[in-house]
């Protein structure tokens, strides 16, 4: 291995050594402790520790890194505290997770690092998104995001590059090809030579660096993060290196050759380093030792805190008070004028006096600058605010929503539209993943709305019709919300806006251009979580949401000797149960209506959540009604037998004959 020192002075090549040595005498201690039983799991990172510590040094305090959990030199470099970091790694309340996740799989905004979830490939995105909100900024911050070669198989990664490279993102990718996937070496992974190859199809900056040379990594990394300052862009890096541990310790090396865990022996980056600084007279031995005395000395005494320190006592309150982030509902008032406009014209007119109000919200979405959406809801919005604010994105809903949980971590609010909410199952993963547990994980907030546009009724087939609200409503972490109206339209998408929790917005297709209101032309916000009691009655709670408001509103229209009381929840999560039990305990009868198939709905949740508190209130079984247990079909005739609009009448009349 040969060293370039270029013009580093002394005292910064030690350093560089420092900076190595500490997470490499910290993985011995683990090591140690995993055999004693007092580490349950470690992910080990010997051999590719020049990669983590380039990085971090090359890049400010200030300048979010995204690391894997083999990149404890992130950690370190950045001057954690070692027995917070212990404490993590223990399950115990000093660490960062306060015992809800394990090892690496953290944030700490204090530190401008982002952890990975297990699933990888979100995390590419997320970084477009931090590096999009500094762009914006024009701070010149460089953003580094790392993974292994193994999750450059996900198409989180190519959708990540892909936004990166059409928007300009400063981006470092950084990617550890350490030669397995666990057990799975890499020519059973990828048949291109190189993975730096695959930048090339994004019209991306790529390099291969040997990431075992400390020095060959410090410098390419400074050249290119003052080049990124200068020219801000996207660059793949390909790092060759070699993990002398098992996937995990559990898992042992016996898949990998003898001969190529020897030859990577001969390539150790703290042992090569080392050796150059003493052959060049720049470190001896006395302070090499007196340098592990020291950071031994430091890692005992961390060691020691944590250990010391009490396991968790769990208490239901702050469990469940700690998966949304704390938001306190402040009222803007409806103003007198009024207008008379359609649900359609609601959300865009929430959208634009959001925009207005919030000046670092961004929208993004398939079509929707110039082009205004496939509804037309953003239709002018690019004149108005402009494309930094109003961005078209690539056919790419994963990365997208991901960057959104990045433009979130970076001070910004972003709102995702899914052109049709059906798209949305591409988007999944960081939506119940990501976006769901990072407040609960690690206090981060997810100031993040997706839109979903979605529903039946206008013969659009199994792909563009669903409603699939309980995809997400049995997800903690999120809000969902679905209105009936333009006035709640706009009043409650206002307020998911301000909320810095993560909402999934749905909007009827068919309500779009079929429903119109009377509207406060001004700005005002609806509570979530409250539902609106539009008729009351005696005989029955008839509840429902979205357009199946309206088809009750017109059965009860036909039957005007019936005395309903008609809830419609507007929110699904939370969930205005008060309201539900107040309404059920007066008429003693429900009958739940939903535009979602019956199994697994979120009237299923409802009926059992009445039986159990309102049980003695009742005159009759708790009645569902919703569409068939089968997708939603093509043809009139066929979505018209789908949808519970037509078998409602009859529910209803057998409940209250009953």
């Known amino acids: 291995m040969t060293f370039d020192k270029r013009n580093l002075s002394n005292d910064q090549l030690l350093d560089l050594y420092k900076r190595l040595l500490l997470p490499r005498l910290i993985e011995e201690k683990m090591l140690i402790l995993i055999r004693q039983g007092k580490v349950s799991k470690w992910f080990s990172g010997i051999g590719q520790e020049a990669i983590a510590v380039g990085v971090t040094a090359v890049l400010d305090t200030d300048e979010y890194i995204l690391p894997m959990h083999r990149n404890l030199g992130v950690f370190t470099g950045r001057n954690i505290p070692l027995y917070r970091l212990f404490s993590q790694w223990q399950g115990k309340a000093n660490g960062f997770t306060k015992g809800r996740d394990r090892s690496f799989h953290f944030g700490t905004q204090h530190y401008k690092i982002i952890g990975m979830i297990s699933h990888l490939g979100p995390q590419l995105g997320v970084a477009d998104g931090i590096a999009l909100a500094n762009k914006l900024k024009h701070n010149g911050k460089i953003t580094a995001v790392f993974t292994g070669e193994g999750a450059t198989s996900e198409g989180d990664f190519h959708e990540a590059l892909n936004i990166a490279a059409v928007w300009e993102l400063p981006v470092m990718f950084i990617i550890e090809n350490n030669g397995y996937g666990l057990s799975t070496p890499t020519n059973e992974q990828f048949r291109c030579e190189n993975i730096a190859d695959k930048g090339v199809g994004y019209g991306m900056e790529s390099h291969i660096i040997d990431g075992n040379n400390i020095l060959e990594v410090y410098h390419k990394l400074s050249e290119l993060k003052a080049s990124m300052v200068e020219h801000p862009r996207p660059v793949l890096l390909e790092f060759k290196t070699f993990r002398m541990r098992g996937h995990e310790e559990a898992s042992g090396t016996k898949y990998v050759p003898q001969e190529l865990m020897d030859l990577w022996a001969t390539k150790d980056p703290v042992d090569n380093y080392r050796n150059y600084l003493k052959e060049n007279g720049i470190l001896s031995d006395d302070f090499d030792a007196f340098l592990h005395a020291e950071i031994k000395t430091e890692i005992d005494k961390d060691w020691a805190i944590a250990n010391a320190e009490s396991e968790i006592e769990a208490t239901y309150k702050e469990e469940l008070d700690d998966v949304y982030k704390p938001f306190a509902f402040q009222e803007v008032k409806a103003s007198e004028e009024v207008k008379n406009i359609r649900f359609v014209d609601a959300i865009s ?286 043809t009139k005739a066929l979505e018209d037998q789908y949808l519970p609009k037509g078998r409602f009448e009859k529910e209803l009349m057998e409940l209250l004959e009953y």
């Open 349 to 634: 007119s929430s959208l634009r006096q959001s925009m207005e109000r919030h000046p670092n919200l961004v929208l993004m979405g398939q079509d929707i600058a110039e082009y205004g959406g496939a509804f037309k809801i953003t239709d002018g919005f690019v004149e108005l605010f402009g494309k930094e604010r109003v961005r078209n994105t690539p056919i790419c809903e994963s990365a997208v929503v991901s960057a959104g949980m990045g433009l979130s971590i970076n001070g910004y609010k972003a709102i995702v539209e899914m052109q049709f909410a059906d798209f949305v199952s591409t988007g999944f993963n960081p939506i119940v993943n990501l976006l769901a547990k990072s407040h609960y994980r690690w206090q981060e907030k997810a100031d993040v709305v997706v839109r979903m546009p979605c529903g039946a009724g206008t013969q659009a087939g199994p792909f563009h019709s669903q409603t699939n609200e309980a995809w997400f409503t049995k997800t903690p972490g999120l809000k969902v919300v679905y209105p009936a109206f333009p006035y709640d339209a706009k009043g409650l998408l206002n307020e998911s806006i301000n909320d810095p929790n993560p909402v999934l917005f749905f909007e009827h297709k068919q309500l779009y251009r079929s429903v119109y209101q009377d509207v406060p032309t001004d700005y005002y916000t609806i509570p979530l979580g409250k539902a609106a009691l539009l008729k009351e009655g005696n005989q029955v709670s008839i509840i429902a949401y979205g357009a199946a408001v309206h088809w009750a509103l017109e059965t009860l229209s036909l039957h005007p000797e019936i005395s309903a009381a008609v809830l419609d929840l507007r929110t699904l999560q939370p969930l205005d149960t008060d309201a539900i039990y107040a309404s059920v305990k007066k008429t003693g009868r429900v009958i739940i209506l939903q535009e979602d198939s019956l199994f697994g709905g979120i009237a299923s949740d409802i009926s059992a959540l009445i039986m159990e508190n309102c049980f003695h209130y009742l005159d009759a079984p708790v009645k569902r009604v919703a569409s068939l247990d089968s997708p939603i079909p093509f």
